[in-house]
């Protein structure tokens, strides 16, 4: 009873203790995820051991047994010399610069790979030697294999290329080998990424060559798309414009018509004029009704001059003299009507001159 209340508080006073010392970290370097053997001795059983966070230990006993702690604490532990291993367990982050291998075309390759690592099981490295040069083999041996099993162009070529294989087949790849890999099955590999590649100098600066040919020959092509389209907008617009000086002429010629048949047909109501002139005897009634209707004759002549909507200064200046000649005439007809149609016939000169002389424009 007395041993075992000695015990107690033997293991009361060494936790007391060791929970007030603060572990020192741990020096782990890139290469390292565990420590070189170091030794410590247990004077009496039981003993306090001291962990930083994230860390685990392997410590093999006297007879060589080996145990995993992955947190600290007192620990029954017998007395006698005992070894002591630290193992990482954080996120680590390692990037494997331009591994390069030869495609199956015979051309270099170069891939810049990145892995986020952890220790998933620190008692599966108890085995291997270099757990960490382990991994690092095994990953820059599957990416040095998958380029030797595909074209230049697979791996190099435009992401827009159905050859062009994207990054995700080549993590996959690398994922698959560190799985199927039994020394490597302490490790989790939480992320891979594919940070770079390189192809042959030679090849990608052919590649630059045939770019800038490519853009050279679409400048051109474009140029004289758009040459071919200004050529052919000329040629649409100086039909059009034929066509409008074919209309024009057609216009013309229909006015000039037009036109000629006014005076032809003034020239009659002139005539007729003059034959009303020499019959002195003939009935007022009738004298008034021949007025009229020339009156009506001469004001529709007027406006369908007018509407043909082109002039030239001859036949404009013969209408104006035979109109001018018509009302001279039409009141030379009977004197004695004079009185009468004076108003009328006046007002209806100043409506021909009105409506065939030219505005002047302001």
């Not at 970290?25 to 390292?32: A, G, L, M, R, Y």
């Not at 390189?198 to 758009?226: D, F, H, M, S």
């Not at 369908?304 to 005439?329: D, M, P, Q, T, V």
Request: hydrophobic content about 35%.
């Amino acid at each position: 009873m007395a041993q075992e209340d000695n015990r107690s508080f033997a293991r009361t006073w060494k936790e007391f203790w060791g929970r007030r010392r603060v572990p020192e970290p741990i020096p782990f370097t890139e290469t390292s995820i565990m420590t070189q053997p170091g030794t410590f001795r247990v004077g009496t059983p039981g003993c306090y051991l001291p962990l930083p966070s994230m860390t685990a230990a392997i410590v093999t006993s006297p007879t060589g047994h080996k145990q995993v702690f992955m947190e600290g604490g007192y620990k029954e532990l017998q007395e006698g010399a005992y070894t002591i291993q630290y193992v990482d367990l954080s996120e680590r982050f390692t990037t494997f610069s331009r591994i390069a291998a030869s495609t199956t075309d015979g051309y270099e390759v170069s891939l810049t790979v990145s892995i986020t690592y952890k220790i998933n099981d620190p008692s599966l490295i108890i085995p291997i030697s270099s757990p960490l040069q382990t991994l690092f083999t095994v990953c820059t041996g599957a990416i040095k294999n998958y380029i030797a099993t595909h074209r230049h162009a697979e791996l190099i070529g435009e992401k827009g290329n159905e050859n062009y294989i994207s990054d995700y087949y080549i993590i996959e790849h690398i994922r698959e080998q560190i799985a199927f890999n039994q020394t490597c099955r302490a490790f989790w590999v939480m992320d891979v990424v594919i940070v770079e590649r390189q192809g042959n100098p030679e090849i990608n600066r052919l590649k630059q060559v045939r770019l800038v040919q490519a853009n050279q020959n679409l400048t051109q092509e474009e140029n004289i798309i758009q040459q071919q389209e200004i050529a052919e907008q000329r040629r649409k617009l100086e039909l059009a414009n034929a066509e409008q000086e074919r209309r024009i002429l057609e216009l013309r010629a229909e006015s000039e018509a037009i036109q000629s048949e006014i005076l032809e047909r003034t020239n009659r109501l002139r005539i007729e004029l003059e034959t009303l002139r020499k019959l002195p005897d003939m009935q007022h009634e009738q004298t008034l009704r021949k007025i009229d209707a020339l009156e009506k004759a001469l004001e529709a002549l007027t406006k369908a001059y007018i509407a043909s909507g082109f002039s030239s200064g001859a036949n404009e200046g013969k209408l104006i003299e035979s109109f001018s000649k018509s009302l001279a005439e039409v009141q030379s007809v009977a004197p004695q009507v004079l009185s009468e149609r004076s108003k009328s016939v006046n007002e209806l000169g100043s409506t021909i001159i009105n409506l065939i002389t030219p505005k002047k424009k302001k």
